[in-house]
């Protein structure tokens, strides 16, 4: 049975930097690193240590594109590294653990003042989400970005992370309900 190579459109693209050619690595680069950030910011939430895990991306996929075999499109190909990339950038951080009551009293209430003012009630309540997803703790997030955002499924997210497929679920419904919570602030 022949294995079908999927072609996507930055077919050429890709076989210019596999012959080392810097505008052709700048073109991917520019295709993919707004998107590529993003996904590193939904999971790390710092901006400089998003940036420094998509630089880090690019430079391992780029001198690693020999083991591109198109069996996929090259952004999904990218996709997998920039998330492992900021996987372990997460898991790199020492864990600062703060008592409940701490946590409580250092969210303190933003002044009426300087909430911006929304013509579109449904763009004030994306950043409202936007901003809880933000404030999940490390493990919650990751698990709902790689779940809601990411597309991975349980399994998936458990073999990425080193954990259970069911630690995985549990971490996803406690981060829901966190949300929940948060929202209902």
Not at 9 to 24: F, I, S, T, W, Y
Request: proline share 2%; aromatic share 10%.
């Amino acid at each position: 049975m022949k294995t079908n190579l999927y072609i996507d459109r930055h077919v050429e693209l890709v076989e210019r930097c596999k012959l080392g050619e810097r505008k052709a690595q700048y073109e991917l680069y520019k295709s993919y690193s707004k998107a590529m950030f993003n996904i590193c910011m939904r999971i790390i939430n710092h901006g400089g240590e998003a940036e420094d895990a998509l630089q880090e991306a690019f430079v391992d996929a780029f001198s690693n594109l020999h083991q591109f075999r198109q069996q996929s499109t090259f952004g999904a190909w990218l996709k997998q590294i920039v998330v492992n990339k900021a996987i372990n950038q997460v898991r790199s951080r020492k864990v600062k653990w703060v008592e409940i009551e701490e946590w409580q009293e250092g969210g303190a209430e933003v002044p009426v003042e300087e909430i911006p003012l929304w013509e579109d009630e449904s763009a004030y309540e994306v950043e409202r989400i936007r901003n809880a997803v933000m404030k999940l703790p490390d493990g919650y997030r990751v698990v709902l970005s790689l779940y809601l955002f990411e597309g991975y499924d349980h399994e998936e997210i458990g073999e990425v992370l080193g954990i259970s497929e069911s630690t995985s679920r549990t971490q996803y419904m406690r981060a829901k309900r966190k949300l929940v919570e948060m929202m209902e602030r």
